[in-house]
Nanobody, 120 residues
Framework: QVRVVESGGGLVQAGGSLRLSCAAS????????MNWYRQAPGKQRELVAV???????NYADSVKGRFTISRDNAKNTVYLQMNSLKPEDAAVYYC??????????????WGQGTQVTVSS
């Protein structure tokens, strides 16, 4: 079994910063991509940032230059540093981690989500 737990959400003023963390635990042989998504009320879930097993990153246009995704492979953890936050960044943020077993295919495991609220 694999468990994915996010933390770090909260309330911040526009222009402020937050750092989200997401850790995977359990039976893990390797991890491929680690992703952050977000979903605002009434909107579809959108991909915010990706970091591959090789460390390559990709971002949604709306967060480029403001958000930074990183990973600590020793801790099976992915981070999302969010700077210069805007009210439109408010959403529930989810992480998705592609976990591979030694003899089983890779599967995407999701966290429970963490709320980010940005006041104007």
């Amino acid at each position: 079994q694999v468990r994915v737990v996010e933390s770090g959400g909260g309330l911040v003023q526009a222009g402020g910063s937050l750092r989200l963390s997401c850790a995977a635990s359990g039976i893990i042989f390797s991890i491929n991509a680690m992703n952050w998504y977000r979903q605002a009320p009434g909107k579809q879930r959108e991909l915010v940032a990706v970091v591959t097993s090789g460390g390559r990153t990709n971002y949604a246009d709306s967060v480029k230059g403001r958000f930074t995704i990183s990973r600590d492979n020793a801790k099976n953890t992915v981070y999302l540093q969010m700077n210069s936050l805007k009210p439109e960044d408010a959403a529930v943020y989810y992480c998705s981690i592609d976990v591979c077993g030694r003899f089983t295919p890779c599967l995407a495991y999701w966290g429970q989500g963490t709320q980010v609220t940005v006041s104007s």
